[in-house]
């Protein structure tokens, strides 16, 4: 198997059959770590789509091809930063949100709907972190990066990763927690 920096002079050579290999190395990677950014599956695909635009189109600029992972999660870290900041977002979160339709196929129904209300309850917690300290969370305990590469990708130093993943950690657990005792409270109704 090919390693990146073999496949990225490919790429500058010209060859499309490289950048398909390194597009579907990384495709599934980068698009997890969009959706949990984003929380929609079909924005993702958008925003993955356009990631690895970026990627074909500045690959000839990057300078060290052994650090193709740091520098792909890079423009995805900018990417997901650009759309938070675009007229898109700003008219889409003026919109109502359609809650997903449920589906089951009948099997241990009650395990499926707590596992996806915890599922949902530790991603409204993650989205209710600040920008940085989503960031720092779920490249740490989704994609399970160094504190070094979260560094290198969000152009931030070691202490300061170190310290948004602490306040982010704190601020889950203290939300999480929170939702518990008012489940416990409801269910004492």
């Known amino acids: 198997m090919a390693e990146d920096y073999e496949l990225i002079e490919e790429i ?3 060859s499309e059959a490289a950048m398909e290999v390194l597009t579907r190395r990384y495709y599934r990677d980068i698009f997890a770590f969009v959706y ?3 929380g929609n599956r079909d924005l993702a695909y958008d925003l993955t789509q356009e990631i690895f635009v970026k990627v074909v189109q500045r690959v000839g600029s990057l300078r060290d ?10 423009i995805a870290v900018n990417h997901c930063r650009d759309y938070w900041r675009s007229a898109a977002y700003q008219q889409e979160s003026k919109q109502v949100e359609i809650p997903e339709q449920m589906k089951s196929d009948g099997s241990d129904v009650p395990y499926i709907f707590e596992r996806k209300e915890t599922r949902e309850q530790v ?13 720092a969370v779920i490249l740490k305990y989704f994609h ?14 070691i202490s300061t990763v170190k310290s948004r993943l602490k306040q982010g950690l704190t601020k889950l657990a203290a939300i999480l927690k929170e939702g518990e005792e008012d489940e416990k409270k409801r269910l004492r109704r």
């Open 65 to 74: 091809k052994t650090a193709f992972k740091s520098w792909l999660y890079q």
């Open 12 to 14: 500058i050579r010209g």
């Open 123 to 135: 991603k409204k917690a993650l989205h209710s972190l600040p920008d940085m300290q989503q960031e």
């Open 144 to 157: 399970y990066m160094k504190i070094q590469e979260i560094a290198d990708v969000t152009h931030a130093n």
């Open 36 to 38: 949990r950014k984003v």
